[in-house]
Nanobody
Framework: QVQLVESGGDLVQPGGSLRLSCAAS????????IGWFRQAPGKEREGVSC????????YYADSVKGRFTASRGNVKNTVYLQMNSLKPEDTAVYYC???????????????????WGQGTQVTVSS
């Protein structure tokens, strides 16, 4: 059974940093594209970042470009989202998801992903 578990969400002040983790069981993440998404209260889900198989290509939403970095971890079956220079508008529940195929620049579309984690809350506030 495939399971994705996010962790690392927290309350942080504006300008601060967090690193989210997504740990998978029941499969090898090496063979899947990974997406990071977020949903703030009252807003639609937004694609934040996506990373191709074997870490070859990454895409970022314009709203996080230059501040967030997605990577596959040294720990097996774990991926990360490093978030720097956080802003109040980054407040949301963050989710990781996996897709069996890589869709290139379309990878920020959530409908392309087959399995999702339960989410971790990130709150940016002073």
């Amino acid at each position: 059974q495939v399971q994705l578990v996010e962790s690392g969400g927290d309350l942080v002040q504006p300008g601060g940093s967090l690193r989210l983790s997504c740990a998978a069981s029941g499969l090898s993440l090496d063979y899947y594209a990974i997406g990071w998404f977020r949903q703030a209260p009252g807003k639609e889900r937004e694609g934040v970042s996506c990373i191709g198989v074997r870490n070859t290509t990454t895409y970022y939403a314009d709203s996080v470009k230059g501040r967030f970095t997605a990577s596959r971890g040294n720990v097996k079956n774990t991926v990360y989202l490093q978030m720097n220079s956080l802003k109040p508008e980054d407040t949301a529940v963050y989710y990781c998801a996996i897709a069996r195929f890589w869709y290139g620049s379309r990878c920020l579309e959530g409908t392309l992903y087959q399995s999702w984690g339960q989410g971790t809350q990130v709150t940016v506030s002073s």
